[in-house]
């Protein structure tokens, strides 16, 4: 499957989430690895773009850069000895 294809079936598929709001991101298409770069408005976008991204006919990796917006909320992890 060739590049071009694979971004535009992730584009439609992003396109479709009507959970998503994945305005500020870019999308790239290399060989089969996809690379994800911008902003998303939560930690739970950010995985789930990159599970979009992931179950893509045709992708072989995923690179995610995206970040978090400034005003994201961003879960603490709370490490226990």
Not at 3 to 22: F, W
Not at 28 to 49: D, E, F
């Amino acid at each position: 499957m060739s590049d071009k294809i694979i971004e535009q079936d992730l584009r439609e598929t992003i396109a479709l989430d009507p959970k998503g709001d994945y305005r500020s991101v870019s999308i790239n298409v290399r060989n089969g690895t996809v690379l994800l770069s911008g902003q998303v408005p939560s930690y739970r976008k950010l995985v789930g773009l990159e599970i979009l991204a992931a179950e893509t006919p045709g992708v072989r990796n995923v690179v995610n850069r995206t970040e978090l917006g400034s005003d994201a909320y961003r879960p603490s992890i709370l490490v226990l000895d």
